[in-house]
């Protein structure tokens, strides 16, 4: 397996992700300034995107391999109401996530990514170790070969600099920036507490 | 006497019930007891008490459309979106009201494992009690356009909390 170097992931990022800019609404903006959705990192963010939904059948088909062994939760038809998602997005249940809780309130343990940007997957788990983190590696190592992950001491990296549509400038991280906002839903961050 | 306070305050009333997004909002408004400045010199303005409304926003401001039909696998399936422009005013005495408009689009998918078909008007009730629970979390002194920001990024931190399994979306 390639060693994934923080730089290469950071100039990654940066290829798609303005630095220093927050992606404010358009009409927000004035008039003769720049707009985040016309910087030249957006619009390579939007071409990645419009990719995931012309390839869109590999993961479709990945997917249902899946479904017959494990729930699971496909997070990726944001793409398909415009949304550009830098990633293909899925989560997990197990049987634990259900005890002791409200059916309504039943959080996935597992969310699993393959990345629009580059060659890399991540696995987020934050359930007790079984078959299920490795079952689902195999798959997504069958179905995009050569793709491989980011340890956690770098995926876990502050880019304090861009602002990945999920969260305030300044709390992305490199995981985030690759996989999407949904990576934190398995163990999501405390809400503001009312004023 | 005073009228202009009076006029003022009569004002603030109105600007209350007319603008705060529907029937009166709970706790209408919120004034931040800013004193006056005690250094300012004779001829600049002493800092008004100001207020905001906090506005109730409506299920009618989440008009939810179908995106992709259910397929019917998995543990969630198919998408709906709403496309919301979403009012907020602050009020400032004696008389200035500034009102902006936040754009935003929810995104929930049509079915779920634990919730049954979600219905348009569930799904507009999720989002609204998001929405109304973000808004109590808000610095209504933000520039509009990093306020609309703030906000739509809270709404998608709070689905998560609120709806853990729910897996909606909001963007701008």
């Known amino acids: 397996m390639t ?20 992606a404010l609404s358009r009409v927000h903006v004035p008039i003769g300034e720049l707009y985040y959705d016309d910087t030249e990192e957006h619009v390579r963010l939007i071409v990645a995107a419009a990719r995931g939904r012309r390839e869109y059948a590999k993961w479709s088909t990945m997917l249902d391999g899946l479904y017959a062994r494990f729930s699971v939760q496909n997070e990726s038809l944001h793409l ?27 959080r996935a343990s597992l969310s699993f990514h393959v990345s629009l940007l580059g060659p890399y ?27 491989c992950t980011i340890p956690p001491d770098i995926g876990n990296t502050v880019v304090p600099d861009v602002d990945d549509a999920g969260a305030p400038m300044g709390e992305a991280t490199i995981y985030t920036c690759l996989f999407s906002r949904v990576w934190t839903w398995v163990v999501p961050p405390p809400l503001p507490i009312a004023k | 006497m005073n009228y202009a306070a009076i006029l003022g305050a009569c004002f603030v009333g109105f600007a209350t019930l007319a603008f705060g997004g529907g029937p009166v909002p709970k706790g209408p408004v919120v004034p931040k007891n800013e004193a006056a400045d005690p250094q300012a010199k004779d001829g600049q303005e002493q800092e008004a008490r100001e207020g905001a409304t906090f506005p109730n926003f409506k299920l009618s401001e ?10 019917g696998k998995g543990e969630a399936g198919g998408w709906q979106a709403a496309r919301a422009n979403l009012e907020f005013t602050r009020v400032s005495l004696p008389i200035t009201m500034i009102t902006w408009f ?8 049509i079915r779920h494992s634990t919730r049954g078909i979600i219905t348009p008007l569930a799904a507009a009730t999720m989002s609204a009690a998001v929405a109304n629970s973000v808004v109590a979390t808000m610095d209504f002194k933000l520039p509009q356009g990093i306020f609309c920001d703030t906000f739509k990024t809270r709404m998608l ?16």
């Open chain 2, 157 to 172: 931190a709070a689905f998560p909390v609120m709806y853990p399994g729910l897996g909606a979306r909001v963007t701008k």
């Open chain 1, 80 to 106: 398909w109401s415009g949304g550009n998602d830098p990633a293909y997005s899925a989560r997990i249940y197990r049987p634990k996530d259900s005890e002791n809780v409200q059916p309504e309130q039943v």
């Open chain 2, 102 to 109: 936040c754009p935003l689009t929810v995104e929930i998918p």
């Open chain 2, 62 to 71: 989440f008009p939810f459309v179908v995106i992709v039909p259910d397929d």
């Open chain 1, 3 to 22: 060693k994934v170097m923080q730089s290469e992931l950071l100039e990654l990022i940066y290829q798609h992700y303005p630095r220093g800019m927050l």
């Open chain 1, 121 to 147: 997957y991540g696995i987020h788990d934050a359930g007790e170790p079984d078959e299920i983190t490795q079952a689902v590696a195999k798959e997504i190592e069958s179905t995009y070969p050569g793709y």
